[in-house]
């Protein structure tokens, strides 16, 4: 999606930026895993598919991309961004005649950054961008039956389980954003600022050079 190719979200443990060439290596090294290519419902593609599938991404209306950065090592000028990577987080429009309904996935890939309560601040992040930027009114997120852990950061997130298919093995939870949840999303994310993607990657590599 065109909307966030120069959009940085930073939140208080995590940073969000745009899903660009560089990240697609360590992204492709990610995906040979069979535990995330089971947990995301994905099948294994060539670095070139990779490269076709970001592009994509990038450019398709319906889809809206960020990957995750460790903010205490994005903090540090000197590593360099994909060596901060742990996962990614997006939006789909699903329905092309209702686009405020959105379908979120969440994905922490590095297995060193799961159980520290950084996807329940990105799903955050990413559903307070949707809310304000993209006008989603409804969350809905199609998880594997075997991810009880995911399934539960959901529940406590205050989405509502709506049905189980078997065939798929997966459950699917939803939310409505009416006003009371809206202003608990803006006022959990109230920290959360939003940069110059760009401008914020030239500063960085500023400070490296001196």
């Given at each position: 999606m ?10 208080l443990?995590?940073?969000l ?12 090294e ?5 535990e995330?290519?089971?947990?995301t ?12 599938m ?52 969440v ?21 307070s ?7 989603v009114?409804?969350?809905e ?15 406590k ?7 189980v ?9 939803e ?8 202003a ?18 030239s ?8």
């Amino acid at each position: 999606m065109k909307i966030n190719e120069n959009t940085l979200l930073e939140g208080l443990n995590a940073v969000l930026v745009p899903y660009n060439a560089e990240h697609v290596p360590r992204y492709h090294e990610w995906m040979k895993s069979p535990e995330l290519q089971q947990l995301t419902a994905s099948e294994p593609l060539t670095l070139e598919q990779e490269y076709d599938m970001q592009k994509s991404w990038r450019e398709d209306d319906d889809k809206c991309t960020f990957i995750i950065l460790d903010k205490q090592r994005w903090s540090d000028s000197s590593v360099e961004e994909e060596q901060c990577m742990v996962g990614d987080v997006n939006i789909f429009l699903t329905d092309p005649t209702d686009l405020s309904l959105a379908e979120l996935e969440v994905m922490i890939a590095e297995p060193s950054h799961r159980g520290k309560g950084i996807g329940k601040e990105v799903t955050r992040m990413m559903m307070s961008y949707g809310v304000t930027k993209l006008g989603v009114k409804k969350f809905e997120v199609k998880i594997g039956l075997d991810n009880q852990v995911s399934v539960a950061m959901f529940k406590k997130l205050h989405f509502q389980e709506v049905s189980v298919c078997k065939v798929f093995k997966e459950v699917t939870l939803e939310m409505m954003v009416d006003e009371p949840v809206r202003a608990r999303l803006l006022d959990d994310t109230a920290d959360m600022k939003e940069r110059d993607y760009r401008q914020t990657c030239s500063n960085r590599q500023e400070l490296v050079s001196q």
